[in-house]
């Protein structure tokens, strides 16, 4: 299959923008120009069930919403497209809704490395074990965009990609030498697997020399949004030669595959292209946000983690949707994630309790929702700290927050779990 991806303007030259029935089409007019879109042929031919539009799962996880906007910037956009003007004459007024809807995402000040006190760019520290890096080609782009996502403002922004991400490969490896307690390295973006094979062996060469580093995590949503990428693209065969490379030097290889929705794994090209990684020793662990109206049933997560086993890969985290969209319009209140966690996994196989769920990822801890307790007949969450900035002596810690049918913000989490104020003074 060939890769044509569509952006807002394209899309509306294809016969699917034809297929959206009017008001979908009004919302989608407006909203893309504010929001991302990116959309490839795999997804709008074999993903999305166009019979089902407005309430198809990949449809919404595609498509940009109504929610995602307040109310009054919606219909004061809406009132300035019904007047007719040309779109170059909005643009003032879209790109002033466009940076209040930027995604707020913290960094505490001791989460970014320096060596010799310079600030080593495009490089994460949160955990005491783990950086996440951020190479310059990797920060660009994935192979469709999720509807959710917080990375958006990376997209299309030379600013923001230039910020936060590095441009020389060898930029990590001092911070790195100098640290033998790492023995994980994350590489994100957007998707690293939208660049060729070649470019994405010069930025993992480099940490490959570093004998403390035993893991190499790649995070992507290309067997979701493109599994080609592993079987007919022009270099699939060099990128899995990639894999066994990196294993060959004697490190671990942990393909951390983004899945939303069991519709990504039940046709024939991404069943293949999951043996194809298997096959080179690779581990594909699984992990996804749970989001309002696109997979929030205990169904839909059995059946997602069930098929993930089936194909041979691990159900890892069931993410609390990150609220960095400022609407909150995909997060659902945390009792019902709670309950649709522990019914869906009643209904799997014993295999799957390798998940842990659901976790808020935001914030500079890994914060596990584990349950519900009554001391003195009051009701209260109960909060994990699952992992946690070194200095701030959380991690491990249980905390109770009161329960609420409807909340879906259990407060600073942050503050929760810090016992050394010190760590929370300078966040950036
Ligand atoms: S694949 Fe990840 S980075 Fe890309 S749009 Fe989706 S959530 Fe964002």
């Known amino acids: ?113 320096k060596v010799d006190g310079v600030r080593v760019r495009g490089m994460y520290s949160n955990f005491g074990t783990i950086v996440s890096l951020f190479p310059d080609p990797m920060a660009k782009t994935c192979h469709s965009y999720c509807s959710y996502c917080f990375r958006w403002i990376m997209f299309n922004n030379k600013e923001a990609q230039q910020n936060s991400s590095y441009k020389d490969p ?3 490896v001092a911070f790195l030498k100098e640290h033998p307690e790492i023995s994980d390295v994350l590489f994100t973006g957007a998707d690293p697997l939208v660049l060729k094979a070649k470019t994405l062996r010069e930025y993992i060469d480099p940490i490959l020399e570093i004998d403390s580093v035993k893991v190499i995590r790649i995070s992507s949503k290309s067997l979701a949004w493109w599994p080609f990428r592993f079987t007919t693209d022009q270099d699939a065969d060099e990128l899995l030669a990639l894999f066994k490379y990196i294993q060959s030097r004697g490190k671990h290889l942990n393909l951390c595959a983004h899945f939303t929705h ?53 159900p890892y985290y069931m ?77 491990g810690t249980i905390k109770l927050i009161p329960y609420s049918d409807t909340t879906k913000n259990a407060g600073n989490l942050i503050e929760l779990f810090s016992e050394s104020p010190s760590a929370i003074d300078q966040l950036v």
């Open 319 to 395: 993410f609390i949707e990150a609220d960095h969209n400022s609407e909150s319009c995909f997060r659902i209140p945390l009792a019902k994630a709670l309950q649709i966690f522990q019914e869906a996994q009643k209904k799997t196989t014993g295999l799957a309790r390798t998940v842990r769920g659901p976790v808020f990822m935001n914030d500079l801890h890994r914060t596990l929702l584990d349950g519900v307790v009554t001391i003195n007949n009051e009701r209260f969450f109960v909060l994990k700290s699952l992992q946690a900035p070194p200095n701030t002596f959380g991690e």
């Open 170 to 172: 060898q930029e990590p």
């Open 1 to 113: 299959m060939k890769f044509i991806s569509y952006n807002n303007n394209s899309f509306k030259k294809t016969e699917y923008y034809t297929r959206l029935p009017e008001k979908e089409r009004e919302v989608f007019d407006i909203l893309s120009s504010v929001f991302h879109f990116k959309v490839n042929t795999y997804v709008l031919e074999h993903l999305i069930n166009w019979d089902a539009i407005p309430n198809d799962p990949i449809y919404k996880l595609i498509f940009p919403r109504k929610e995602m906007l307040p109310i009054t910037d919606y219909k004061a956009l809406q009132l300035l497209y019904q007047s007719g003007l040309e779109e170059k004459t909005l643009m003032p007024f879209i790109q002033k809704v466009k940076k209040k809807m930027y995604p707020e995402v913290k960094h505490c000040e001791t989460s970014i490395p």
């Open 262 to 314: 069991p519709v990504e794994l039940e046709n024939e090209a991404v069943k293949q292209a999951i043996q194809r990684i298997r096959a080179t020793g690779t581990v594909i662990r699984c992990q996804g946000p749970l989001v309002e109206g696109i997979n929030d049933t205990p169904e839909d997560w059995s059946t997602l983690w069930n098929k993930q086993i089936t194909l041979g890969m691990v």
